[in-house]
């Protein structure tokens, strides 16, 4: 039986602001007796909004009453009522994301996506969305390869590497479009980002605030930034100038994977563009894609084609409930209910490797949800043994416990979703291990993938039952 949800997605971004209204039509695609297990099967955009640059007050502060006023005039214009809304999402990205106001902004923004999913997204996770966003995940999907997807935006650059159908590697540099502005009369530089200044002042180069841009002297500042995207995927062997442009911990780690590449964010659609005024925007964003257009990351990999550039964004959500049965899972009441949890897919070789190997895994993956120092709760899932051993049960129980460990030292509680039927076996090994103030949630039956969300709801049926609600971010 197919049923069609209303939807919106928003996403406040370094350079843009902007709304998608959807249609999509989700679909139980579960034989009869098992578990439900819905899926988008179709989604038609019904609106697409203006762009507006993203407000600020101030260097270090949104507007957020300009934004709200935005999007009113949007939904006006859309025909939508926001009361219609089913599901959404409001993502915050980017140089935005930094902003000393953007969890109010995001408090203030919950009631125009629906019942759904408001969130920060740092780096890493920007990168995967974005990547799913321009369909470089379903294109490695599809195609039994990898792709790495490059988002190139106002602020920085996100990396996503997708093999088949695993997010496997990320990583963000601060290279984008906007780093430098330019005056749209005089073509005078207006702005210069504190990265890009450190960067001109060792190398020496004629650029200032107040300086006529033009093309030949932004160049080898413009060269400088390409190439660190060259090294980033391996299509360039020697290491560039400004490693710290990097701004998460690690670059990519397994660039020998790559096959393909995929471009998207704002500058994507720069590469193929010709225009006589390279600063028709205000900023490098064009003089930035025409390098690339003549790069190794155009000519020393395949292009994958991208589905969407500067709208690489949420455009809603599916969602499915389920009820998992309490014998064959562990939980702690006092931490339920819980809603908008992260969720962090573990693949069958990271479950299958050794103790300390899967811990590591868990440590690196966890990293992609901490942002601006704060570590947000996450749950891991992954599919889980059909008959394991007390030795391989016991085994996922400590690296869980060890890659968890500085959350649970903080306080988060411990949440796992597997596939196979051994929810309480797994969660009663973890709880022997960690001290009995630390709640533990351990569910089986479900299946939940990297950029979904998970809601758990209090006991039901006398505590025979957890209501558990997975959430699909569908893009567009």
């Known amino acids: 039986m197919e049923d069609q949800l209303l939807s919106v997605g928003i996403d406040l971004g370094t350079t843009t602001t902007q709304m998608v209204i959807s249609k999509l039509t989700i679909k139980n695609m579960a034989s009869d007796f098992t578990i439900p297990r819905i899926e988008i099967i179709n989604k038609e955009i019904l609106f697409r909004s203006e762009m507006m640059f993203t407000p600020l007050l101030s260097g270090t502060t949104i507007d957020v009453a300009s934004i709200k006023s935005f999007l009113d005039q949007q939904y006006q214009k859309s025909g939508f009522d926001r009361a219609a809304i089913q599901v959404g999402a409001v993502i915050i990205t980017g140089e935005t994301a930094r902003k000393e106001n953007a969890k109010v902004v995001l408090e203030a923004l919950s009631g125009y996506a629906g019942d759904f999913v408001v969130a920060t997204a740092g780096p890493d996770l920007e990168g995967m969305i974005a990547a799913k ?3 470089a995940s379903y294109y490695a999907k599809a195609n039994h390869t990898s792709v790495v997807n490059l988002d190139i935006g106002g ?5 996503a590497l997708f093999h088949h159908a695993d997010l496997v590697d990320t990583g963000c540099y601060d290279i984008g479009g906007r ?10 530089i207006t702005y210069i980002s504190p990265k890009l200044t450190t960067i001109i002042k060792e190398e020496n180069l004629p650029i200032y605030v ?9 160049s080898p ?34 660039k020998s994977l790559i096959a393909y590449v995929s471009f998207s964010g704002g500058v994507a659609d720069c590469i193929d563009l010709e225009v006589s005024d390279p600063f028709i925007y205000g900023d490098i964003g064009i003089l930035l894609g025409e390098k690339i257009r003549h790069s190794r990351l155009v000519t020393a990999k395949k292009i994958a084609p991208s589905t969407e550039t500067i709208r690489a964004t949420v455009v809603g959500a599916g969602s499915h409930t389920t009820e998992v049965s309490g014998s064959t899972i562990t939980y702690c009441q006092k931490t339920l209910p819980l809603k908008n949890v992260p969720v962090i897919k573990l693949r069958l070789t990271d479950t299958k490797a050794d103790e300390r ?6 440590l690196e993956k966890t990293a992609w949800y901490q942002y601006e120092g704060e570590d947000h709760l996450i749950a891991l899932s992954f599919e889980g043994y059909k008959n394991p051993t007390f030795q391989e049960i016991s085994q996922q129980a400590k690296a869980i416990v060890a890659g968890l460990q500085e959350r649970i030292e903080k306080g988060h509680p411990i949440v796992v979703l597997i596939k196979e039927d051994n929810g ?21 039956g479900l299946a939940a993938f990297d950029g979904d969300y998970v809601d758990i709801g209090r006991p039901v049926a006398n505590g025979m039952a957890l209501p558990v609600i997975i959430k699909t971010l569908a893009f567009g």
């Open 133 to 135: 966003g321009a369909g």
């Open 424 to 444: 309480k076996a797994l969660g009663q090994s973890i709880l022997s291990l960690v001290d009995r103030g630390t709640s533990v949630i351990c569910l089986d």
């Open 210 to 218: 107040g300086v006529t841009a033009t093309k030949d002297l932004l």
């Open 221 to 254: 500042l413009i060269d400088l930034l390409v190439a660190n995207l060259e090294y980033a995927i391996g299509v360039n062997p020697v290491k560039p100038k400004h490693a710290d442009l990097l701004i998460t911990n690690k670059a990519l780690t397994r």
């Open 357 to 362: 190997a899967l811990a590591t895994t868990i």
């Open 155 to 159: 602020g920085t650059t996100n990396l």
């Open 179 to 188: 780093l430098i502005k330019v005056d749209g009369h005089t073509n005078a």
